[in-house]
């Protein structure tokens, strides 16, 4: 992997053949400098460090995934061993999960602030663009990428995705009408468009271990293995790319400045090697693939506002900011969960004791482990043969103990059973769940507040894509003398709010208009919205283009109490209020009570079927108040409930709401 470096007498000894590829001065010169920054970087991420205790970045990371998966390694078999437990206890991968379910419950998103040139807050083009952000989210697997970033921070010692717009071209067989084909390129839209991808950090190569910010690296290295074919796909319109060729790396030899073909083992005969090498104070990316340049010598950064199109983040801060990686949960676990283990195959080998327990034999016979079956009698021929048996004389119920209270001190410190979900036996007060709530929202408040600013910083690479790609003409649909044309948006609502439709004109003013004109723009906006049922924005792309963005994220959106801390709430609640007096007399306001507080919490929206309506309600009020009326009255009463008087029609219709009329019997 990476760049490969050879000597003049290496390479004839090895009898490389020379590559027919011969580089400018200008790229050995700025390889050179490649070379030395990557070995660098790969120093770095090879090197212990005692932030990981004395293990190495790639070190680090094996055994943090080592004990989220649960490893366990081959059980040794000898027979002094073979009988012992070899088990693990899933503490760990439990906590991860838990936390990352209850972390992307609720999607977080980045809302945005807009400012014109006037230093006016523009409400309009901030909903606009939020409406391109939820439109590029659902066409770049946000959710999916998002939901293995979260892992990734809980797991290893940092997380990294990569946030870019691209546009892929490959070549497709079109048939004829004839049978025949021909072939053509276009662009290829599974692979176009706005890009979330997950990079494994083991990809990554920093140039300096003390910047947090990966912006501010003084330079940045991505090592991967990628298929041919994508490869071709990517690289293949580009001069250079008729040199590569899978499973055959280039050796470089800076004795003469020539590329040698060495067969590369660690390659598949159908993958190649692709470093890209960004810097921002120097304004460059450059890719390699199979250490041959395939890019110009200075090919600047592809982003207008020159940032690294990679977020990076992690669970919790390892010192005050400054190491670049992070202390995983995994890693702040790791100690207790080695107590755990060791704890619970000792407590196993205990009971293994106590249930058969190992024997010693006294005397001159041989006695085998034939005779211990239940029921069995074994006659003994020697009357000094003696059977011993050897119990543990500890006690292996205090391990469980143990293992209880090592457990309880992993739940201090990333998230307790209830908080995850998992049902108590007890029953608990809603006061008492809230406070398990408040405990877990301080517990994964740090790594709440470090999550909302990798989003943001995604936030941030979204918004210049937004502004570089899609607020510029469609190349592809103009023609000599046509006008220019945009992409409009389709931003289909998923709570059932109606589909918002952004249209990009270069032919809205530039300068703000007098009302009557705006009158009768939103006018005719109105009326399309009412035709087609869609929320329509009209979008000039240079007032666009010019605007100012910030981004926001509020980490408290991520801890929201849950729907079980809702309900828990709702219950007692509801159980407080149907004895309050001024709630239990009032027949609307003790219906209400029961729809919202106790029917929605079981059947959300099917409250109908089961909240009686106002007749219904009326009769049983009726029949309730007959058996509290004394036997000589019930004829009267029985009077007053065929025809109310007006009194009692004001006295059962004023609390229900409704008209007199409505107490008039119904037909059938």
Known sequence: MGFAVTTKAVAEEKKLAMLQYEPSQEDLDVLGRVIRDYTHAFNLQNQS????????????????????????????????????????RPVTRNKVIAIAA????????????????????????????????????????????????????????????????QEVKRTMKEVQANGTWKEKEVIDEEE?????????????????MYVQDIQKQPFVIRDRNIDYSAA??????????????????????????????????????????????????????????????ITKPDQPLPRKDKKLPLIWGGYEPIDEGQFACFKSLVFKLAPEQEVIDEMYNMTLDGRFLEIMPPSAIYGEEMVDTSVIVPGGVTAFSDPNTKLEVFRPSGDSSRGFDAIERIEQSMAEGSSSSMSAGVAQTANRTAFEIATVEENARIQLGLFGKALSRFVKNWGELRVGDIV?????????????????????????????????????????????????????????????SKRTGQ??????????????????????????????????????????????????????????????????????GEADKYIPGPNKLM???????????????????QQAQAQPSGEMTEALTEPLGLQPEQLQPQAV
């Open 619 to 637: 009769r049983m009020m009726q029949k309730m108040a007959a058996k509290q009326v004394p036997q000589g009255q019930q004829v009267q009463a």
């Open 232 to 293: 071709k796909m990517l690289y293949g319109h580009l001069e250079n790319f008729q040199y590569v060729k899978a499973g055959v790396k280039a050796v470089f030899c800076q004795e003469t400045g020539s590329f040698y073909e060495e067969q590369d083992l660690s390659l598949h005969d159908r993958l190649v090697n692709e470093v890209t090498y960004w810097n921002r104070y120097e304004d460059v990316e450059l890719k390699y693939i199979n250490g041959i340049p």
């Open 468 to 528: 570089q790609h899609l607020s510029v003409a469609d190349a592809t649909k103009i023609s000599t003398g046509d006008a220019l044309s945009y992409k409009t948006l389709l931003v289909e609502k998923k709570d059932n709010k109606e589909t918002t439709k952004i249209e990009f004109r270069s032919d809205l003013p530039e300068e703000p208009e007098t009302e009557e004109e705006n009158l009768i723009r939103e006018l005719e906006l109105l009326e399309r």
């Open 49 to 88: 460090w005692r932030e990981f205790n004395d293990l190495s970045l790639l070190d680090r990371q094996s055994e943090d995934q080592k004990a989220f998966n649960a490893y366990l390694p081959p059980k040794d078999t000898s027979d002094d061993e073979y009988w012992k437990a070899q088990t693990i």
């Open 102 to 165: 209850r972390i992307t419950s609720v999607l977080i998103a980045p809302h945005v602030f807009a400012q014109n040139k006037d230093d006016e807050e523009d409400r309009d083009a901030a909903r606009v663009m939020e409406d391109i952000m939820e439109w590029a989210n659902d066409h770049s697997d946000y959710v999916e990428v998002f939901m293995n970033a979260v892992i990734a921070m809980l797991v290893n010692p940092a997380a990294c995705v990569e946030v870019k717009y």
């Open 192 to 208: 176009s468009g706005f890009k979330n991808f997950n990079v494994p950090i083991d990809e990554i190569l920093l140039g300096n």
């Open 535 to 604: 929320k329509i924005f009209q979008v000039n792309p240079k007032l666009f283009r010019e605007l100012k963005y910030k981004v926001r994220v509020a980490s408290d959106v991520l801890f929201q109490p849950t729907g079980a801390i809702m309900r828990a709430l709702n219950l007692e609640g509801y159980d407080r209020m149907v004895t309050n007096p001024l709630i239990a007399q009032d027949p609307e306001s003790l219906t209400n009570v029961t729809r919202d507080m106790l029917v929605e919490q079981y059947k959300p």
